[in-house]
Structure formats: structure tokens, C-alpha cells
């Protein structure tokens, strides 16, 4: 069975730049087999590690611009992958395999279709995910078949004789048309890194707005992939009446969606505060801060799959699922140094419920 390219074009669009060359001959192979539970399963830790990484860099200091203060920034996300995200146990139910049984037996019985969880039974079914390293083998249960193919042939009122006659080109249809099954391999990688671009401006009462984005890249038949997100960031420690507040309070709400033609949509959102202080001393500057947020974000997956029907043919169904990523609290923190008038280098570290994200940017900006 096989995936439609749209769907390996649109799973190397959302920021599988790493091992590329393997990515575009391995991943429709790898999503052959699968059908929405499984192909849940074996990306998941890619929506984990891709909501991990858009939600970090919307800062790199807790204080926001002055009034029309701006920077323009260059970024790098990355989220570790943790050995929990390398492997899940195969779904059996989710495939079956239609027995030739009825020209086999010259029509004494009917072509039979039976899920994988019977013609593999008792086989090991952890596998790679998209981050993993070798998928595993499904190993054919035969003798379990034959037995099952067994009794519903005697409790149809057939005779032990009968069988007898039958048996053998019973077995031979069984071994030929079920053997060992590879389950699709991973790519095998440490980390999935995010490039970000981002706008960033003051606005009046301590506010600052910012917008992020990937340029449009038109795909042919695919259809264009398209990303842009932004956000709005309020100054707290202006609230509180103590003159001089020693440390910078910030609060921020942040949206993003990238969206690959009529395949897939992915729709991220992050709340967070920030708290910290900026030295400045003369050109030179640098400063700290700390930070906690929430992170959600949701991926729908719209695809057409061709199944084999049984008949030697192909049939075409949908497939239509949407995955959430281990949402949830994120707690983290960065600095900055400013080696020369307005040019700031970051750092920051962030903890998301299912990866560790480090983020480094080339910042360009008048506070």
C-alpha cells in the first residue's frame, strides 16, 4: 500500500531539514504500511518536537521595546529527542491480509481476510517511530492460520477427511502469502532543529507586538506551504507602585499556523511570563531571565491512502486525523550579550513536557 506523495512532501515541509537525502527517499516507504493509528503513533514524537520548537525564541529578554524599539531576528530552535520518543508498540489490528484460499482449495473455501493481530500473533511489535533508529520484523504465525483456517472449516460442517485432502495447499497458500513483515525504520536523529525568523516592535503602554514567519514556497501539484504567527507581549512591573522595580515582569500570548495545501494544518499557541533584568553599560550590554508558560498545539492530517481490495487491485480511502502534542507547562530561561551597538547574541533553554529545546538567535534591534 502506499501513502500519496502529497503526504511525504507535506511531512518534509513541517522541518524534517535533517537527513534530507534519506528523508525524501525513505519517508513514503516508511508510511506505506500504516494506517491512521499507526501512522498516529510513529508521528507523534514529531508533533512533540515540532510544538517544542515553534513555541520557543519569542524573546530573548523579559523586558519588552520602548515606544517603536525593534529588532529583527535570525533563530534556531532545537528540541532533543529523548529515547521515549524512539519507539511504540505496532497496532496489529490496524492491517490485515486477504488469503487466496478459494482457488487454492478449488472454491471448498471462500477467501478469507484476517487481521495481522492473528497472522502475527505472539510477535514482538515494538518499532522505530520518525525518530528511531531500525524498524522491527513481524514475524507470520502459521501454525495459529492453519489452526484458525482448521475450525471454521470443521465447524462448517466439514469432515476431518475433507480436510486432509486440503490441507496442504492450505499451508502452502499460508507461508506464501504471509512472511515476514519490516515495519518501517526512523530516521535515526538526536534532535529536530526549527529556523525562525521574527519581527518584533514597541508599541505605546508597554506592549509589544511580534510576527514570525516562512516564506511561501510553492510545491507544483502539491500545492504551497505557507507559515506566519505573532504575538502580543504587556509589561507588567509598570503596574506595580514601587518606583525603580529592580526586575523586568513581562506577560505574553503567542499564535501560529502553518498550513501545507489542503493536507495538513498545524495550529500552535503559547502563553507565558517572563521575569528578568537587562544591564546596559555604555555600548556593551547583556542580561537574564527566567520564564513559565503553557504550549498547545494541534496538527490535522488529511491524506488519501491506496489499500490493496483484495482482488489483486487497489482501493483509495481517506484518512483524516488530528494529533496533539504533549501539551502542557514549559519552564525555562536565556541571556544575552550585546557585543556592540545594536547587535544582541542569545541563548535559552526550555523544558517542555516531552523535550529539552535549546534556542540561539542573532538579534538586530534599537531598544
Do not use: C
Not at 81 to 91: C, L, M, R, S, Y
Not at 267 to 275: A, D, F, S
Request: charged share 15%; hydrophobic share 40%; glycine share 10%.
Amino acid at each position: 500500500m502506499h501513502y500519496r506523495k502529497t503526504l511525504t512532501v507535506s511531512i518534509l515541509a513541517m522541518g524534517m531539514m535533517f537527513s534530507q537525502a534519506r528523508a525524501q527517499d525513505g519517508i513514503a516507504e516508511s508510511l506505506q504500511s500504516m494506517l491512521e493509528s499507526n501512522a498516529q503513533l510513529y508521528l507523534q514524537p514529531f508533533v512533540n518536537a515540532f510544538s517544542s520548537d515553534m513555541n520557543s525564541g519569542w524573546y530573548y529578554k523579559a523586558g519588552t521595546h520602548k515606544f517603536l524599539g525593534f529588532d529583527l531576528s535570525v533563530k534556531m530552535a532545537a528540541a532533543q529527542i529523548g529515547d521515549d520518543e524512539k519507539t511504540f508498540n505496532w497496532v496489529l489490528s490496524e492491517n490485515s491480509i486477504t488469503l487466496p484460499l478459494n482457488s487454492a482449495t478449488s472454491g471448498q473455501i471462500n477467501d478469507l481476510t484476517l487481521p495481522f493481530s492473528d497472522l502475527y500473533q505472539g510477535s514482538s511489535t515494538e518499532t522505530a517511530t520518525v525518530f528511531g533508529d531500525v524498524g522491527g520484523t513481524l514475524t507470520p504465525n502459521h501454525n495459529h492460520v492453519v489452526g484458525l483456517i482448521h475450525d471454521q472449516f470443521i465447524d462448517g460442517g466439514r469432515s476431518e477427511a475433507e480436510w486432509s485432502f486440503i490441507e496442504g495447499d492450505v499451508t502452502n497458500t499460508v507461508q506464501n502469502s504471509v512472511s515476514d513483515f519490516n515495519l518501517p525504520d526512523g530516521f535515526d536523529v538526536p534532535a529536530m532543529p526549527m529556523p525562525i525568523v521574527q519581527a518584533s516592535i514597541g508599541l505605546p503602554m508597554g506592549t509589544e507586538v511580534s510576527a514570525r514567519f516562512f516564506p511561501e514556497q510553492d510545491l507544483g501539484d502539491f500545492g504551497t506551504f505557507s507559515f506566519y504567527g505573532g504575538g502580543l507581549r504587556l509589561n507588567l512591573d509598570q503596574f506595580i507602585p514601587i518606583p525603580l522595580f529592580p526586575v523586568d515582569i513581562t506577560a505574553g500570548a503567542f499564535y501560529q499556523q502553518m498550513k501545507m495545501g489542503d493536507i495538513i494544518t498545524a495550529t500552535n499557541m503559547h502563553y507565558g511570563l517572563q521575569v528578568g533584568k537587562s544591564l546596559n553599560l555604555l555600548i556593551f550590554g547583556l542580561g537574564a531571565y527566567v520564564d513559565a508558560g503553557i504550549d498547545a498545539t494541534t496538527i490535522d492530517v488529511t491524506y488519501d491512502a491506496e489499500l490493496p481490495d483484495g482482488q489483486g487491485g487497489t482501493q483509495i480511502l481517506p484518512v483524516n486525523f488530528s494529533l496533539e502534542a504533549d501539551g502542557g507547562p514549559r519552564f525555562g530561561g536565556g541571556i544575552y550579550v550585546k557585543p556592540l551597538p545594536f547587535v544582541y547574541i542569545s541563548a535559552a533553554y526550555s523544558q517542555t513536557p516531552s523535550n529539552q529545546v535549546l534556542t540561539a538567535g542573532l538579534n538586530i534591534g534599537m531598544r
